[in-house]
């Protein structure tokens, strides 16, 4: 399974952004499909979560209300929009794949099994 992000860019305080995770290869009904982010010096966060097929999304605090997750299966994309964008969500973010997703929507990095590359998400204050 090979993962390409794309969408991030600069925003100002407010505003919004959307980034998709393109997906190719096999992926199986079992998979889940999450966002995470990264800030230079810290752990990767988690950001939001979703299984392949059927489930409810699951988010981190810091995002709830403000991000929503959401996949188009015919594609093969998974796609975070960001509103209400703050300074403290300036971030590199990656999609990952969860090949075992299916179970519980996990929140661990160490646990996801593909991830891309990452996109760079700049909030202006």
């Known amino acids: 399974v090979q993962l390409q992000a794309s969408g991030g860019g600069l925003v100002q305080a407010g505003g919004s952004l959307r980034l998709s995770c393109a997906a190719s290869?096999?992926?199986?009904?079992?998979?889940?499909m999450a966002w995470f982010r990264r800030v230079p010096g810290k752990e990767r966060e988690f950001v939001a979560a979703?299984?392949?097929?059927?489930?409810?999304?699951v988010y981190a605090d810091s995002v709830k209300g403000r991000f929503s997750i959401s996949r188009d299966n015919a594609k093969n994309t998974v796609d975070l929009q960001m509103n209400s964008l703050q300074a403290e969500d300036t971030a590199v973010y990656y999609c990952?794949?969860?090949?075992?997703?299916?179970?519980?929507?996990?929140?661990?990095?160490?646990?996801?099994?593909?991830w891309g590359q990452g996109t760079q998400v700049t909030v202006s204050s």
């Open positions: 290869g096999r992926i199986l009904n079992s998979y889940a």
């Open positions: 979703i299984r392949w097929v059927g489930g409810t999304p």
């Open positions: 990952a794949a969860d090949s075992s997703g299916w179970r519980l929507l996990r929140r661990e990095a160490r646990l996801y099994d593909f």
